[in-house]
Structure formats: C-alpha cells, structure tokens
C-alpha cells in the first residue's frame, strides 16, 4: 500500500522555467512533509520541509505549497537551472522523536539549457 | 555532511551467503535507520533504531536483521543473500534542521548479489 504518491515520475524543464512535483498523501496522521533531493550516486539531501500549520515554505528559488484539505503538497523549483537536474523525493512522517518517512517513488528531472 | 558513513560502499557477493553492512555516525544520534532504494520503488524502510539495542522493523524486513550495541553504529545482516536483495542501502539518522525533526542520510552501499 502506497501512502505517499508522487508524479510526474519524470520531468523536462528549459532552463529559467518553472519545475512542479506533486505529492498526495493517504495518512491524516502525517505532520511533517520534507522535501529530499538526490545526486546519482549520492545520498539523499533534505531540501526543504515543512509542517501542515503553515499553507506555504519558500527557501530561495525552492518553494512547498501545503493543501491540508486535499492531503496534498507540491515543490516549486523557479528559475531552475540545470543544477537542479536530479531526483526528488517527496516524504511524509509522523510521530513525535522517530519521524519515521514514508517516500514517494522519486522523481527525476532534467534541466536542459 | 551529517557525520554518517557506511561501508563497505560497493559489495559483489553470491546467493546464500551473509552480508553485514555497517553504519557508522559521529553525531550521536539516539534514532538510525537502514532503507533500501531499487528504481521505481524509492525509498523503503527496512528496520530502525531507537536506541542501543532497541531496534524495530519497517516496511520490507524480511530477510534482515539489524544489531545496535553502540549508540555510534547500526549493523544491517542478510543472514542469506538473494539476488531480490541487490539494491542501495541508505543508512540515516535523525537530527534537527530549521527546527524540524529530520533524516540524514548516508552515501550508501551498492550490494549486488550474483
């Protein structure tokens, strides 16, 4: 059983443009929403997070809009740039302490200039 | 860098045979985990820690087993390797980022078993 489901699997951005990823969540147990991008052969990085009191996080060209009602979030990259060109994972936890994540499946944009 | 290293990072092994992989962190961190990652499954729990000797399963257990003896290290066992279990393995441990409880992860292990 899939908690956490996140599309597009795969994304082509022109560089400057707008990238979005959405993620849908089951659980209304979830209070925490981080956001985890990944280099090839790289460990996941947590990008940006955020919990469901705020609708919106924005830390420099990367943005997480929250809908509590619609149990969804999404990532705004502006401007991307080839750089961004990686795989995003979104997650979801809960549970005070142990924040255990569940994952979306990923996913892997490119930024082509 | 969250202080987390694993090794081996790349192991070729054959079916049937134990595998340890080990976990190493420098931020003494009471909560580890050990994920698995294969392409279009992401990320998926296997066991976490809690503490020295506290372990729990997660999602995809079957097959392994962890160990914790020390608040520094988190051992992941597949006591008899299967070609099913050639995948990354991401250790990770919780720490705060902007006031939000998170994971860290490691660099990973490719573990590949012919």
């Known amino acids: 059983q899939q908690q956490v489901k996140q599309s597009p699997q795969s994304l082509i951005v022109q560089k400057g443009g707008i990238s979005i990823i959405n993620c849908a969540y089951e659980n209304t147990a979830f209070d925490y929403f981080p956001w985890y991008q990944q280099f090839p052969g790289k460990g996941p990085a947590l990008l940006i997070a955020?919990?469901?009191?705020?609708s919106e996080k924005k830390e420099g060209r990367f943005t997480i809009s929250f809908n509590k009602s619609a149990k969804q979030f999404s990532l705004h990259i502006m401007d991307s740039q080839p750089g961004d060109s990686a795989t995003y994972f979104c997650a979801a936890g809960s549970g005070a302490g142990s924040y255990q994540l569940t994952f979306g499946k990923g996913t892997k944009l490119s930024v082509i200039p | 860098d969250a202080g987390i290293t694993q090794s081996p990072r790349h192991k070729v092994t054959e079916t049937g045979t134990p595998v340890t992989l080990r976990c190493h962190q420098t931020?003494?961190?009471?909560?580890m985990y050990w994920y698995r990652q294969d392409p279009g499954h992401g990320l998926r729990l296997i066991h976490y820690s809690y503490g020295v000797k506290d372990t729990d399963k997660g999602e995809v257990s079957d097959g392994y087993s962890v160990s914790r003896s020390k608040t520094e290290d988190f051992l992941l066992t597949l006591e008899s390797a299967t070609s099913s279990q050639t995948s990354v393995y991401f250790c990770?441990?919780?720490?705060?980022?902007?006031?939000?409880?998170?994971?860290?992860f490691g660099p990973g292990t490719r573990l590949l078993v012919l």
């Open positions: 931020e003494n961190h009471r909560y």
């Open positions: 990770a441990i919780s720490g705060r980022a902007g006031g939000l409880e998170t994971q860290y």
């Open positions: 955020i919990r469901p009191d705020v």
